[in-house]
Structures are given as structure tokens and as C-alpha cells.
């Protein structure tokens, strides 16, 4: 079963059933179909644990950081799909992505701010308050998202966790724009070139055309002296 992990001969006249890669315990798989056969909200890129499922890296879970005594820490423990603690109280997320952020809490809410003073929530998707409770915080980064976000469990933390939007997909937009535009701008330039070169005459063309004028006027010449 381990060797159908780098199986890659994905097409229909492919050997690879799908059946084994599920019976060996791949479920997220590059030959599966539908985002590799994982449920990842929009996104996000799956990785398989053999017989246990899989992870997905636009997933995280919160939890109340009960023993937060000071300044120093934050007051929620951010981990992510891998049970990995956040780091650097941070948390970097990319454009075109929908990120889960599971709350664990059942008695206290955590909220997603626009601003680092913590009093206006971000508004999300089918959640004014931008908070939840045992549930999940759904954010969908796209153009419109604030470079920065706050994440925190209360209106007073002096460090709430911090999310950043990468700009990278704005980045490879604006890329794939200037390549298309040098496309269209060399494609101009060849038609231009076309046309130039349709304009001016072979002269070898030329002087066989009056060569021809020629003998046909001769030939004209000398019927009509016969008829005379």
C-alpha cells in the first residue's frame, strides 16, 4: 500500500484503481477526484495520514489560554492542522483561501477584530459578530480582507493573535496580466509586419509583369498589321 503514495499515472487508461488507494488508507490523494478527495474548504491543499484521514493546511484550532497572567502571552493557544502551537502569535494567510478557525471554548467567545485596539469584529460570511463558541470562524481572504486581522478572546488582551494576509495572489494577477499584455503587444507587432511587407512590391515581380505587357503588346502589334 505505501507505493500507491507516489503514484502519479492518474488518466483513464491508468492501471490505478482508486478502490485500492482508499482500501490502502489514501484518502487524499493527487488521483482522487474533487480537490484530491479531500472536503478542505476552498483552497486549501490536503495532506493524507495513512488509515487516519487527512489535514488541511487552511485549518486551525483555538482554545482559551486559561493560565494567561500577564502581557507577555496571548490569551488564546492557536494550533494548526498538525497540533503544531502558532507561533510568534501570527498566523500568515494567503488571497483566494477559506480558513476554519475551530473554537474549542464552550463558554467563551472568540472574535476576529479589524483593528488592533479590538473594538470593531470582522464581519464574516453568515456571522455579523465575526465570534463563535464552540463552532468555527470561517474566513475567506480575498482582495477586499484588511492586511491585518486580530483574533482573541477578549476585547482587553494586550496580545491578540495577529492574522496577515499575503498579497501573493494580487502578485501573480499582476504578472499573469503584463505577460498577457507583451502577447498581445509582439502579436500586434508581427501583423504590423505583415502588412508592411504586403505593401512593398517584389521588384523581380514588377519586371517580369512588363515583360509580359510587352510581348503582349508586340503580339497585338502584329495581328493588326496582318489585317492590313
Known sequence: AALLANRTDCGATSDLNFDALLLGGFYC???????????????????????????????????????NNDDASTDIAVKDSFGEIVKDDKIMVEQGVTYRFTVDSTDKAVTIFEDAGLTVPYR???????????????????????????????????KPMKITVLKVINEEKEEKKEEEKNEELELE????????????????????????????????????????
Open 189 to 228: 507587432k508581427e501583423e504590423n509586419d505583415k502588412d508592411k511587407n504586403s505593401d512593398v512590391k517584389d521588384p523581380s515581380t514588377a519586371f517580369k509583369t512588363s515583360i509580359v505587357s510587352s510581348f503582349s503588346l508586340m503580339i497585338l502589334l502584329q495581328m493588326m498589321m496582318v489585317a492590313y
Open 124 to 158: 464574516l460570511p453568515g456571522n455579523v459578530l465575526g465570534s463563535a463558541v464552540d463552532g468555527p470562524l470561517i474566513l475567506a481572504v480575498d482582495d477586499s480582507t484588511p492586511e491585518n486581522l486580530y483574533m482573541s478572546s477578549s476585547s482587553t488582551s494586550k
Open 29 to 67: 490523494h493527487e488521483c482522487l477526484p474533487v480537490n484530491n478527495g479531500s472536503s478542505c474548504d476552498v483552497g486549501g491543499r490536503c495532506t493524507n495520514l495513512q488509515w487516519d484521514g487527512f489535514v488541511c493546511d487552511n485549518e486551525y484550532r483555538v482554545s482559551i489560554n486559561e493560565n
